[in-house]
């Protein structure tokens, strides 16, 4: 071979890795799944209570539950769903040491998660009284019961980070943490969470999208984009900076969803079809 060839062929085999070098750092790696966004269906609003400072929203037995956040201000209330006038709300006010976080129900209980103080608190949804404290490292944002015949019963708990954190619902000792991301890169700030099924459905703090994300995979599957609610929410009120969109809660009598932020003055009843999402090759070769 003439050395002009050898040489053109050197230089074609560079200027090729350079190019895949560059695809990859543009594109990231082909196994990797960007989430689609799906949309979803306004059915209505109702009043939401401006003063709370919302970290967790839950569905239990007709009334809506909901942890409000802030030292000092920390509380839960309940009212009954959809809300009339006449109803009335029911509560309890946290110590003011205590910055409320996300809450959820298991087994008929309210499992409560605090900001900081690595403990979460077990209270009586009818009376409120305090059933037990539960304890974990670093910090609490959100929690949701995940019931699976096959895998058993967890409450998975945010912190911020872009880990899960898994514990066994009855013994409350952490099982396993799990990672996510999109497309392969990391997804943090989780906050607010829901589990419904295979799923976990999760707010993202300042981010107007909730995350659908895989429960075996860690993926993002798909976002919901409600920009739009964020906007209508902010038509009626100065919101403050912090008036983000966190809270979400599934309603079994209609498979929908319901949607608010913090210091909102409404809460937003959607539709989304999980069921349409399409299986990842990863999540089907577990």
Not at 11 to 31: K, M, R
Not at 60 to 69: F, K, W
Request: hydrophobic content about 40%.
């Amino acid at each position: 071979m003439r050395k002009s060839t050898r040489l053109a062929n050197r230089l074609f085999y560079q200027s090729t890795t350079h190019l895949l070098c560059l695809l990859a750092a543009l594109f990231g790696s082909v196994n990797a799944l960007a989430a689609k966004s799906i949309d979803y269906t306004l059915i209505g609003s109702y009043p939401h209570q401006p003063a709370l400072f919302t970290q967790g929203l839950e569905l239990y037995q007709g009334r809506l539950y909901e942890s409000s956040g802030l030292y000092g201000h920390s509380k839960i209330v309940s009212r009954a769903f959809p809300p009339k006038p006449e109803d009335s709300i029911t509560g309890t006010v946290l110590p003011s040491n205590l910055f409320a976080e996300g809450l959820s129900l298991y087994r008929g209980k309210l499992y409560i998660l605090t900001w900081r103080a690595g403990k979460g608190l077990v209270v009586d949804p009818h009376h409120f009284t305090l059933l037990g404290v539960f304890n974990y490292e670093g910090q609490g944002w959100g929690l949701c019961a995940s019931i699976h015949k096959e895998r058993g019963d967890y409450l998975v708990m945010s912190n911020g980070s872009d880990q899960l954190q898994w514990f066994d619902a009855n013994t409350l000792t952490l099982s396993h943490t799990l990672s996510v991301s999109d497309n392969g890169a990391p997804v943090d700030q989780l906050n607010e969470l829901e589990c419904r099924g295979d799923y976990i459905i999760a707010n993202q703090w300042h981010k107007q999208h909730l995350l659908i994300i895989h429960a075996f995979t860690g993926e993002v599957f798909a976002k919901v984009d409600l920009s739009v609610l964020a906007l209508d929410a902010a038509q009626s009120t100065t919101l403050d900076p912090e008036a983000v969109l966190n809270g979400v809660a599934y309603d079994p009598d209609d498979d929908s969803w319901l949607v608010t932020g913090k210091l909102w003055p409404k809460i937003y009843r959607i539709k989304f079809d999980l069921d349409k999402l399409s299986a990842s090759p990863r999540a089907a070769a577990r």
